[in-house]
C-alpha cells in the first residue's frame, strides 16, 4: 500500500505490459506527477493494473502508446465494494495512441470510478477514449474530446458460447454528468444478441454532446437521461505553455449548471470537487465535465440534500452532511435544525466559519423514545445561513417495529482457475445483523451441469446434481449478529473447458430470493 507523489516518470519501454507502472494488486496511492512517453509492446503504456484497487489522482498521463490501452490498462478487478474498486480521479489523460482499442483507457472485465477526468487527443481504431470488454465502471463527471478513431467509447462483452452453454459477459457501465464532444461516434454499444441483463447497455445521465458526427451507434442499447446540447465553450483545448488549463469551460458554457444532482456511489469525497479541486457544485447546480466554474463571492451547499432513515424504538439514526463554501470568499454559517418530534440533535459547532472552497462535516443524530410506535417519523430541517447564502438539506428518520432483515451472503473461490477433472471450493459467509428469525434458505446453482462430476457440500443442505442446484435451509438463532461459513466442493468432468458460474441466493423467503452475482 505505498503512496507515491511528485512523480516524473518518463520514456521507458516494457516488452509486453505496463510502460510507466505495472502495478499487481496492492493498494497504492498514486498522486500528482507525469507520465509521459512511455510504451508497453502490449498491454498499458501508461499504466497497467492487474486487479489492483489502486487510487490515481492529479495525474498527466500524456504521449504514451502500446498494442491496447494506451493511457490505462484495467485487467480487473471485477467487483464493487469500497475495497476493491479502483478509483481514478482528477487526471488529464491525452495524447495517449493505440495500435487497437483503447487510446485513452481499455476495461477488461473491470469495475472502476472514473471522476474529474479530462480524457482528451488520444487515439485508436476502437474506443479511441474508453474500451470496455465485459466491464461496468461507474464514471462521474468527465470530458471525453477530440479522441481519434471510429468511436470516443466502446462497449463490448465476454463472448457466450451454445454448448457447453456458457452465457457472455456483457458491458454495463454508468456515465452521469459527461461531455462527449467532437468524436466520429460518442458512443458505440455491441450487442450479445440477448435480453437484459446479458445485454451491453450504456446509461448516460446529464450528457452534453456536441459536434460529434452522431452521438450514438451499434446494435445495443443506449439509455440517455437529462441530455443537453451546446457549445461547451473549453478556454483552450491546447498544450503548455500556450495553453494553462485545458478543457475548462467558460462562464457561457452549455455545460454550466446544466448536470444532474450526484448520489454518492463511490468511497471518498471526490464527488465534491472537480479537476482543480474546487468545491463542487458551484452556482446553481452541477456542471457537466470534470470542469466546475466558481461563479459566486458567497455560495454554499448542504450534499445530500435528502437523507432516510428506518431505526426501532430506542435506537437511533445519524445523518451526515457535508457543508460546502463553493464560493470564492470566506463565510461564516449559523446552523440551526427543526424537528418535526424533538428527537434530533445536532453535532456540529455554531456558528462554523468556512474559508473559500473548503468543507466540513455535519452531522444529526435523531434518538427514537423506547415508547415510539411504529409508523412514527421525525422530520428534521437543517438550515445552514450566512449573511448572503443559504443551504437546507431533509431528514427524515422512520420507526418501524418487529424483525429487521439484514442479511447478505459472500462468496470466494480458493482458485481463479481450474482443470477439467480438478476440484475447486467455494466458501460462503451467510450474515444477518439484524432481527430476523424464522428460517433462513440459501440456494446456490452451478452452470453448465455438464462441468459437474461431483460435489460435497454442508449436512444442512441438498443437492440435485442433474440440476446444478444445492439448497440449504437453517433456524436462524436469536443474537442480533449471527454469521455462518460452510464450504462447497465441486468437481469438475475430465471432458469440459469453459467457464463455471456459481450464483448464490439467501433470505427469508425462497421464493423471492435477490441473487449475488460474485461468481
Known amino acids: 500500500t505505498p503512496l507515491l507523489s511528485g512523480l516524473y516518470v518518463h520514456a521507458n519501454t ?30 498499458g503504456g501508461g499504466f497497467f493494473l492487474g486487479d489492483s484497487p489502486a487510487r490515481i489522482a492529479g495525474m498527466h498521463v500524456y504521449s504514451n502508446t502500446a498494442a491496447t490501452g494506451a493511457g490505462f490498462y484495467l485487467d480487473g478487478p471485477f467487483a464493487f465494494s469500497a475495497n476493491t474498486i479502483p478509483i481514478i480521479a482528477n487526471n488529464y489523460v491525452r495524447h495517449n495512441v493505440s495500435a487497437n482499442q ?3 483507457f481499455y476495461f477488461r472485465q473491470a469495475i472502476a470510478g472514473l471522476v474529474n477526468n479530462v480524457i482528451a487527443d488520444n487515439q485508436a481504431a476502437g474506443g479511441a477514449a474508453l474500451y470496455l470488454w465485459a466491464s461496468s465502471p461507474q464514471l462521474f463527471h468527465n470530458t471525453l474530446a477530440q479522441n481519434t478513431g471510429a468511436s ?25 454528468n459527461t461531455i462527449v464532444v467532437s468524436h466520429t461516434v460518442g458512443v458505440v454499444v455491441d450487442s450479445t444478441g440477448l435480453p437484459a441483463p446479458l445485454q451491453n447497455q450504456a446509461t448516460l445521465y446529464g450528457t452534453l454532446w456536441y459536434g460529434n458526427g452522431s452521438d450514438t451507434g451499434g446494435a445495443g442499447p443506449v439509455v440517455r437521461e437529462d441530455d443537453v446540447t451546446g457549445d461547451p465553450r473549453f478556454t483552450c483545448t491546447g498544450d503548455l505553455p500556450a ?80 457543508l460546502l463554501n463553493t464560493g470564492s470568499q470566506t463565510d461564516t454559517y449559523t446552523l440551526t435544525h427543526h424537528s418535526s418530534t424533538g428527537w434530533a440533535t445536532l453535532l456540529a459547532d455554531s456558528p462554523l466559519t468556512l474559508g473559500p472552497q473548503t468543507s466540513a462535516t455535519v452531522q444529526l443524530v435523531v434518538s427514537a423514545p423506547v415508547d415510539a410506535t411504529s409508523g412514527l417519523s421525525d422530520t428534521t430541517i437543517l438550515t445552514a445561513t450566512s449573511a448572503q447564502a443559504q443551504a437546507n438539506a431533509l431528514d427524515v428518520t422512520h420507526v418501524l417495529t418487529g424483525a429487521v432483515a439484514d442479511l447478505a451472503v459472500h462468496k470466494q473461490a480458493d482458485v481463479e482457475r481450474v482443470t477439467p477433472g480438478e476440484a475447486v471450493r467455494f466458501t460462503l459467509t451467510v450474515s444477518r445483523t439484524g432481527e430476523l428469525t424464522g428460517t433462513l434458505h440459501l440456494t446456490d446453482t452451478v452452470v453448465p451441469t455438464a462441468a459437474l462430476a461431483a460435489w460435497t457440500f454442508p449436512s444442512a443442505c441438498d443437492g440435485e446434481l442433474a440440476a446444478g442446484r444445492i439448497t440449504c435451509a437453517w433456524a436462524l438463532p436469536q443474537e442480533d449478529i449471527f454469521s455462518d461459513i460452510f464450504d462447497i466442493v465441486i468437481t469438475t468432468t475430465e471432458t469440459y473447458t469453459g467457464l463455471l458460474v456459481n450464483t448464490a441466493w439467501v433470505g427469508s423467503n425462497p421464493a423471492a430470493l435477490e441473487p449475488d452475482y460474485s461468481n
Not at 14 to 37: C, H, K, N, R
Not at 152 to 171: D, E, R
Not at 260 to 271: K, N
Request: proline letters at 9%; one cysteine or more; charged letters at 10%.
Open 152 to 176: 470516443a467509447i466502446l462497449l463490448t462483452h465476454k463472448p457466450g458460447q451454445v454448448w457447453p452453454p456458457i452465457v457472455p459477459i456483457p458491458s454495463r457501465p454508468t456515465f452521469t
Open 243 to 322: 495553453c494553462l488549463n485545458p478543457y475548462h469551460i467558460l462562464t457561457d458554457s452549455a455545460a454550466l449548471d446544466a448536470g444532474v444532482p450526484v448520489a454518492l456511489a463511490l468511497p471518498g469525497t471526490d464527488l465534491f470537487v472537480d479537476i482543480d479541486l474546487e468545491q463542487r457544485p458551484s452556482g446553481a447546480g452541477y456542471d457537466i465535465g470534470a470542469d466546475e466554474v466558481v461563479q459566486e463571492g458567497y455560495n454554499v451547499w448542504l450534499i445530500p440534500a435528502f437523507s432516510a432513515q428506518t431505526i426501532q424504538p430506542g435506537e437511533t439514526a445519524t445523518h451526515t452532511h457535508w
Open 14 to 43: 516494457a516488452t509486453y505490459d505496463g510502460g510507466g507502472f505495472y502495478l499487481a494488486s496492492g493498494q497504492p496511492i498514486i498522486a500528482g506527477g507525469m507520465v509521459v512517453e512511455n510504451h508497453a509492446g502490449q498491454q
Open 102 to 104: 483503447g487510446g485513452g
